[in-house]
């Protein structure tokens, strides 16, 4: 019983804090939470799931293979494991896709904000569709101007513990909304056409979509120092677990959104839900609220890039502000001019979160690694690496030559009875004519 004990509290006590901070980093990526059911419909909903397995199954892989990387080349940051495994220019390139990825994210957090608050607002007795505050430019820029822009000019991460620990638990209540919500409003939404094909066209930005979703890579060496015995045996449990846990939530999440919507599916899930519905109003809220404390982070990650790569890691209080102001200033320049969240996941995906989660950690393990060629580890990342540079190049071709339609801000179809009436007659018509058709009738 003895022995029992000191296990459980070295991998389960000992390790919690380990598992909730690399849980919460891939929690903060789940806002993209509303894009996993995008990514569904982009996929086809079979194949959709198995992809969910398979990117949860190579982000733990390589979150592994980084503390791997890390301990054969005796350095304890992902900066330091690639410049001393390719030099400056590999260095250079992580800060670029590093300072992408949370500045891509920002923009993304504002269009969520904006299209999410403007519906929430619209509930409010007396505020008409003319009303500033259903003007979604003018809720960017006040949101920008009394949360985002003052939470973002703190200069120590900690001071947005508290925050954090809200924006988790805003998470969890969004995820029972939505499940509550496939119960009760699924039978309201008619099923689209194919909504069940196994595989679609789009499975390649459906892919970084996800890859979005769960990466967690930049902060995992300064988790890993904070196991009281930092060995691979159990960073590789509390790795696991976390990826485990996010993988239940994200299908859970992706699946209800999805089985609600099918076609319909928006890449703001909460696009979908009807003006008038209360429950998903309340959801709004809670999304937003949760985007808006969690853009400071990615601030805090965008200027620490900048910082290092220009400023020698150093900025002085004006310099913070400034270098602050500029990077909200131009994302949110960016967020005003465009408003389709589907594309924006996407291109990140692609773009930023694929060679961050599939490429740079497979490429620096095989530089690193001093087994024989046919080893696992050397087999599986070559198989991840060819796999990265295939989505990244496939995805992002694809998404320049398919862009997806954003029906932003508009009340879908299916609010108004008439209009569900309407279409299920015609549905019902096709159907008849199809078999009349095959009877040769």
Not at 156 to 173: F, N, Q, R, W
Not at 364 to 383: A, F, M, P, Q
Not at 405 to 432: D, I, R, W
Request: glycine share 6%.
């Amino acid at each position: 019983m003895t022995i029992f004990k000191k296990i459980f509290n070295r991998l389960c006590v000992k390790s919690l804090f380990a598992i909730i901070f690399l849980m919460h980093n891939i929690f903060i990526n789940l806002f993209c939470f509303a894009g996993l059911p995008y990514s569904m419909k982009e996929a086809g909903f079979p194949l959709g799931v198995l992809l969910l397995f398979v990117v949860a199954y190579i982000t733990d892989y390589s979150i592994i293979l980084l503390i791997k990387g890390g301990n054969l080349s005796s350095t304890k940051t992902y900066q330091e494991l690639v410049k001393k495994t390719y030099g400056l220019v590999g260095y250079l390139i992580l800060s670029i896709l590093q300072f992408l990825y949370p500045f891509i994210a920002m923009i993304s957090y504002n269009i969520i904000t904006a299209d999410t608050l403007t519906k929430v607002f619209q509930r409010i007795p007396g505020v008409g569709v003319d009303n500033v505050l259903t003007d979604r430019h003018f809720i960017l820029l006040l949101t920008t101007v009394i949360f985002t822009l003052p939470l973002s000019l703190y200069r120590h991460i900690a001071k947005l513990g508290k925050i954090s620990l809200l924006s988790l638990i805003l998470t969890i209540v969004i995820l029972i909304i939505v499940m509550v919500r496939t119960v009760t409003f699924s039978p309201q939404v008619p099923q689209s056409e194919n909504a069940w094909v196994f595989a679609k066209s789009n499975a390649v930005q459906a892919i970084g979509v996800m890859s979005f979703a769960f990466i967690c890579n930049h902060n995992s060496f300064l988790i890993y120092g904070s196991l009281e015995e930092p060995t691979l045996k159990n960073w590789s449990q509390v790795t696991h677990m976390s990826v485990s846990l996010a993988l239940v939530i994200s299908v859970v999440f992706a699946s209800c959104g999805y089985l609600t919507f099918t076609g319909y599916t928006e890449g703001d899930i909460f696009e979908n839900y009807c003006r008038d519905d209360n429950l998903a109003t309340f959801g709004r809220f809670c999304y937003g609220v949760t985007v808006i404390l969690t853009f400071p982070l990615e601030c805090f990650v965008t200027r620490e890039v900048i910082a290092n790569v220009f400023f020698h890691g150093n900025l002085s209080t004006v310099f913070h502000v400034v270098v602050t102001v500029v990077i909200i200033a131009v994302a949110t320049g960016v967020s005003l001019v465009y408003d389709c969240l589907g594309i924006v996941l996407e291109l990140n995906g692609v773009l930023s979160a694929t060679p961050l989660v599939f490429i740079i950690p497979s490429a620096c393990y095989l530089r690193l690694s001093k087994e024989r060629w046919n080893h696992s580890d050397n087999l599986i990342s070559c198989l991840i690496l060819v796999l990265g540079v295939l989505v990244m190049a496939v995805g992002f071709v694809m998404t320049l030559l398919s862009p997806q339609e954003c029906s932003h801000g508009k009340e879908m179809f299916y609010c108004s009875p008439s209009n569900v009436s309407s279409l299920q007659t015609e549905q019902a018509y096709l159907v008849v004519r199809h078999t009349c058709q095959f009877k040769g009738e």
